[in-house]
């Protein structure tokens, strides 16, 4: 079942040596229809990649039902399709019938990644997950072949994807696995069986679906379902909801938790874009003036994971070193350059209160360094639930305290971030229905001299508003 992904193909298209529809259905556990022998060469969930050789997955969503689609695909070539309904006799055509095609689906990339069984690293959390793994990625590089999650394909559907693109060869294997409630990580890690699995913290992401940081937690920590036995787990040291675990490695970035594992400790941004810092472990041992090429403790955190799991994977300090710094930030995450006269980072990829919190200092830092004067275009951070009010006052608070000159307000609750802004010491503070009105608006009120973060919740899509300003530069 060798497999790559087809660069000429979407994202979700993934090619294998082939199977035939019985052994493919076997391995998922369910029946079959048609011909045994058809040979099935590719696996995707979207009907627009029909091709010859293709097994289409039947996925009913919120909002379609890959069910009304299968027609479509076998007239693109498919060569099979994945039903949850028994199709009808006289339709002809190939099929598995499961009684949940997620399920399945999920079983056949589990498989798969069994037979080429890589070292396998699963990382969770509230803030920093997808930074984790890409540092985990950097340093494990540095010894194996690595096959990482890309994108968002951290969820039931995408993490089959990572799983089947697994090649004979790749070594390690770094999976980012998100949730939107209680029981999605057991699932993904119980068909993933990682060896070392990470949870970065407990924020406040998801608490208008899971209710409390605690619930949130529970479900985080559901991550150890599928932990191979032996396998290590790392964890946020100074998170009181996930102290008191047996066994577990524990990272703090708190100078004084002399009961972590590893901690941080002075902690400092060299002036090049680059923080330095110390890990000191609980035996006293010492990992002096590590190197990453990202700004803010937070991220210092994020790489003090990847060193943990990268000793928990036999690395060399010396090795780690070097993964550490080869690191490249994923898209719309930290990004820092010069674009209108301004410095502009751009962190828009997602949001929540901590990690707004955590950009507002890598904007102070930023501008401290170079003396210009502190702006920011924020906007909604979703899925809070009725603590939504709340904690956007609370960020603009933050905002403002931070040393915010001016604020642009992108969304729903821009009102009320711009509001608690000028009460805490923002002097400018203005609202935008949309991201390109954020644009329109960082035209006229952006000069040279300014540094100005960009931050807000996926679904905002603030890197418009960075278009608009640069006027296509970017």
């Not at 999650?149 to 693109?165: C, K, Q, W, Y």
């Not at 150890?224 to 066994?247: A, F, M, Q, T, V």
Request: aromatic share 4%; glycine share 12%.
């Amino acid at each position: 079942m060798e497999s790559h992904i087809s660069p000429a193909r979407s994202r979700m298209y993934v090619e294998t040596e082939g199977m035939t529809l019985k052994t493919a259905a076997q391995i998922c556990g369910c029946g079959w229809i048609g011909d045994p022998g058809a040979v099935i060469t590719g696996v995707s969930t979207d009907s627009r990649d029909a091709c010859p050789g293709m097994l289409f997955v039947a996925v009913k969503g919120e909002r379609f039902d890959g069910h009304d689609f299968t027609a479509k695909a076998f007239e693109g070539g498919a060569a099979a399709a994945m039903v949850s309904r028994a199709p009808d006799p006289s339709d002809g055509g190939n099929y598995i019938v499961a009684d949940d095609t997620v399920a399945a689906f999920g079983r056949l990339a589990s498989a798969h990644k069994r037979e080429i069984s890589p070292l396998t690293i699963a990382v969770t959390g509230s803030v920093g997950k997808t930074t984790t793994r890409e540092y985990i990625s950097a340093v494990l590089s540095r010894k194996y072949r690595v096959a990482a999650t890309t994108d968002n394909l951290n969820s039931e559907i995408g993490l089959p994807v990572v799983l089947l693109r697994l090649r004979p060869g790749d070594e390690a294997l770094v999976a980012e696995m998100g949730m939107q409630g209680l029981g999605e990580i057991s699932y993904l890690s119980r068909m993933a069986q990682p060896d070392v699995a990470v949870i970065t913290n407990i924020g406040t992401s998801h608490i208008g679906l899971l209710g409390s940081r605690e619930n949130i937690a529970k479900a985080k920590l559901e991550i150890r379902d599928g932990l191979k036995k032996g396998g290590r787990l790392i964890l946020n040291g100074h998170e009181p909801l996930l102290s008191g675990i047996e066994g577990a490695i524990y990272v703090s970035d708190c100078p004084d938790d002399k009961d972590a594992d590893l901690r941080i400790t002075g902690y400092r941004a060299d002036g090049e874009g680059h923080g330095v810092f110390t890990l000191e472990a609980k035996d006293g041992t010492e990992y002096r003036d590590i190197v990453i090429p990202t700004l803010g403790i937070h991220t210092a955190l994020d790489a003090s994971y990847a060193f943990a799991a990268g000793l928990s994977c036999g690395m060399s300090a010396d090795e780690i070193r070097e993964g550490l710094l080869s690191f490249r930030p994923a898209a719309m995450r930290q990004h820092i350059f010069r674009l209108g006269g301004a410095v502009v980072i751009e962190d828009c990829y997602n949001a929540s209160p901590e990690s707004v919190a955590a950009a507002l200092r890598v904007l102070e830092t930023v501008a401290d360094r170079d003396g210009l004067r502190r702006c920011a275009v924020l906007g909604d951070m979703l899925e809070l639930g009725d603590r939504s009010e709340e904690l956007h006052r609370l960020t603009g608070k933050r905002a403002g305290e931070s040393g915010v000159k001016l604020l642009i307000a992108v969304g729903e609750y821009s009102k009320t971030l711009a509001e608690a802004a000028l009460e805490s010491g923002t002097e400018k503070a203005y609202t935008a229905e949309n991201a390109e009105e954020a644009g329109m608006m960082m035209k006229k009120l952006i000069r040279e001299g300014d540094a100005v973060l960009v931050k807000a919740s996926r679904g905002i899509g603030l890197e418009r508003a960075i278009a608009v300003f640069g006027d296509g530069e970017r």
